[in-house]
């Protein structure tokens, strides 16, 4: 298979992680789903709406897993950066094709839910929030006291996280203090300012997000009505620091708050030098120029991108390299190829994230207006396109394992070039050694719904031979008779027509039930004349349909047991009939099976006499006789071959008794076939 990957070799032991695998449980059917959608006639629009609601469904699956306890670390943080880069494709490739206006609520609230990973060289805010309020209940002294409360207030501000930031100034020892205690004008000074503060972080416009996610307080207004409402409350922040009585009273008693203040009021009305001295991170520098140092227009998709690359160059150069974490690095490329719907750069940045990543990530991709046409470029040395790579490569890393392996089976229907290659090598090359039913019936079907009847064939040989080779001779002969392999079903039936053979060589004992022939009774009474054996691997071909007589086909030991079977239970009915006409239908029906079994030769020729011996009481009972004459004929000339070779061992000399009394019946039989044709009144009376 031209540029595929290898295919599977065995199981493995490290197998995705419980989050993983849940993963790829649920995103299958939301893929296929998919899939089957863009085979049908779509307009743009409806195209673009049915991904964007399998792109939330994923994420639903993602968030999920997110939450799940995880069998290994390494699994649980693969599925948390899935979820955050799904999040950022669907925000720029989806969200923002479909509505024109910002995407900064969208990226305050996407980076809200993913900080941990989008965490600066100095940690994620969410750390210092939890370290802060840790260090508030333990600590007796005021709260903006304790290291790094005014630098925590004004990360959070700058990205957006008003609410964590209005409770942190609510711990504030003058704003405890300010309604139970009258004091200095600097005290009032700094309550007031807390206070305004406060108000106008309450009252921080919101933009309607494009996802339509609703943050947890605040109204959201649409674009045009942000754009004014941001420049009104911008014109506020900067009232309140040109208030110079304020301040200098504030200064005087509490320079530690009034600095703090100043900062955050700055902060808020867009000084650009405090926005980059408080960031912590490129990517806390982009939102905080997006909120407040920037125009509410830089908040659309088209200018998000040159935005990206310019705090980029603020904090990175060729002589500084990044010192933020591997995920935020990631985000240095992922970020802005998504934002300028760069799919090349998209492709390159997410190569770095999990096979299951990669391979969905085209389905969102496919919705920019050049991301089809540079997914569906034909790979000149791989053959297939870009797309059909990634799938590829995903369902391969889920073939090795048990728990998986039908995961990766789904996917291939959906790679063209490769897809039947790899499907059969992964059906073909399952370990089965351990004769494992539950496991090949799964890959039988999957032959069956993907019209692999050959891989089909081999499958249940395979087991047919594992289990003849264990001694279970009755799940051998079933596999193989579902493989079409009636040549080794019938040496593997061997020992049964052994054991048959001994049972009638008893004939003081009459039939005993044998319990491996007693297993086999559904699956050889399927095979009627003209009809294929339920659950077969494949149809049989013409030349492999054997001739068949009252309900026995002729294969060998196979056609032996089958009317061996059908002549037992007939045997069975005849004792317990209650009336004539079910005796004749019983007796009937034993006659057929003989007639198949001795008269056309099912049964081995040494076995002849036992049975016709075992069946006197029905030549002999049934009036009118079962037998016809020329039946009987044919029955006298079976029994004079096996006179012969009776007469040939002289250990079998014994059973020239059984000849002659199975003569005689047939004789009789004979007789009776005639009374019968020509005085059928006379017969009757007899």
């Not at 088209?302 to 990631?330: F, I, W």
């Not at 059909?388 to 790679?415: D, F, G, N, Q, R």
């Not at 020729?605 to 049934?622: D, G, K, Y």
């Amino acid at each position: 298979m031209s540029g595929a990957p290898s295919a599977l070799r065995c199981f493995c032991r490290d197998e995705p992680s419980s989050a993983q695998r849940q993963v790829a449980y649920d995103t299958m059917k939301l893929h296929r789903a998919l899939q089957t959608q863009a085979m049908s006639e779509q307009d743009k629009a409806a195209r673009l709406q049915s991904i964007i609601e399998y792109s939330q469904e994923v994420a639903s699956v993602l968030l999920a897993a997110c939450g799940r306890p995880a069998s290994t670390e390494h699994g649980q943080q693969a599925v948390k950066e899935d979820c955050c880069a799904w999040e950022l494709l669907q925000l720029f490739y989806l969200f923002a094709l479909r509505y024109e206006g910002s995407v900064t609520q969208d990226l305050v609230l996407w980076m809200k839910k993913h900080n941990q990973l989008l965490r600066g060289p100095e940690g994620s805010v969410r750390e210092a929030f939890a370290e802060l309020c840790g260090g508030i209940e333990d600590e007796q002294a005021a709260a903006q006291t304790l290291p790094g409360y005014w630098q925590v207030i004004q990360r959070l501000v700058l990205i957006g996280w008003t609410d964590d930031a209005r409770d942190l100034l609510y711990v504030h020892s003058e704003t405890q203090s300010t309604e139970d205690r009258q004091s200095m004008r600097a005290e009032n000074a700094a309550s007031h300012l807390l206070e305004q503060t406060d108000a106008l972080l309450r009252r921080l416009p919101q933009v309607q997000p494009l996802s339509g996610q609703q943050n947890a307080t605040g109204t959201c207004l649409s674009f045009p009505d942000y754009a004014d409402a941001r420049d009104r409350w911008k014109a506020d922040c900067l009232r309140l620091l040109d208030s110079p009585h304020w301040w200098d009273d504030c200064q005087a008693m509490a320079p530690d708050t009034a600095q703090g203040l100043r900062i955050t009021l700055s902060i808020m009305s867009g000084n650009r030098d405090e926005i980059d001295n408080i960031a912590a991170s490129w990517l806390e520098l982009l939102m905080g120029m997006l909120l407040y140092g920037l125009p509410a227009k830089a908040g659309t998709r088209h200018n998000v991108g040159p935005m990206v690359t310019q705090c980029l160059s603020q904090r990175l150069s060729p002589a500084s390299p990044s010192l933020s974490g591997h995920y935020l690095t990631l985000m240095e490329e992922l970020l802005p190829g998504a934002a300028e719907l760069d799919t090349p750069k998209v492709l390159a940045a997410g190569s770095q994230l999990s096979l299951w990543f990669k391979a969905h990530m085209p389905d969102i991709l496919a919705a920019a207006p050049q991301g089809k046409s540079a997914l569906q470029t034909m790979l000149e040395h791989d053959g297939g396109d870009l797309t059909e790579k990634l799938i590829l490569a995903y369902a391969h890393s889920l073939m090795p394992y048990p728990t998986t392996w039908h995961v990766a089976a789904a996917y291939l229907p959906w790679c063209p070039c490769h897809g039947a290659e790899a499907m059969k090598q992964l059906l073909s090359q399952m370990p089965l050694a351990q004769g494992d039913s539950r496991l090949a019936n799964q890959v039988l079907h999957k032959c069956q719904l993907y019209g692999l009847p050959q891989v089909a064939v081999g499958v249940c040989r395979q087991m047919g031979v594992h289990h003849w080779q264990a001694g279970r001779t009755a799940a051998a002969i079933s596999w193989f008779i579902r493989g079409h392999d009636h040549s080794r079903a019938s040496e593997a039936a061997a020992p049964l027509v052994r054991q048959i053979e001994d049972m009638l060589a008893d004939t003081s004992a009459g039939f005993q039930p044998i319990p491996d022939l007693k297993n086999l009774e559904g699956l050889l009474n399927s095979l009627a004349p003209g009809e294929a054996p339920v659950n077969l691997a494949a149809p049989l071909q013409p030349h492999q349909q054997g001739k068949a007589d009252n309900g026995v086909q002729h294969r060998g030991s196979l056609g032996f047991l089958q009317g061996f079977l059908k002549l037992q239970k007939a045997l069975t009915c005849v004792p317990e009939a209650k009336n004539h006409g079910q005796v004749q239908s019983a007796a009937a029906s034993v006659s057929d099976m003989v007639m198949v079994l001795v008269g056309h030769k099912a049964a081995p020729q040494r076995m002849w006499l036992h049975l016709l011996f075992h069946v006197i009481p029905v030549i002999e009972a049934s009036y009118p006789p079962v037998f016809s004459h020329k039946d009987t004929q044919l029955l006298l000339t079976r029994l004079q071959e096996a006179a012969v070779w009776v007469s040939k061992d002289c250990h079998h000399q014994h059973q020239q008794h059984e000849v002659m009394t199975v003569r005689l019946a047939l004789a009789r039989s004979v007789a009776h076939a005639h009374l019968n044709a020509f005085q059928p009144s006379i017969a009757a009376e007899a």
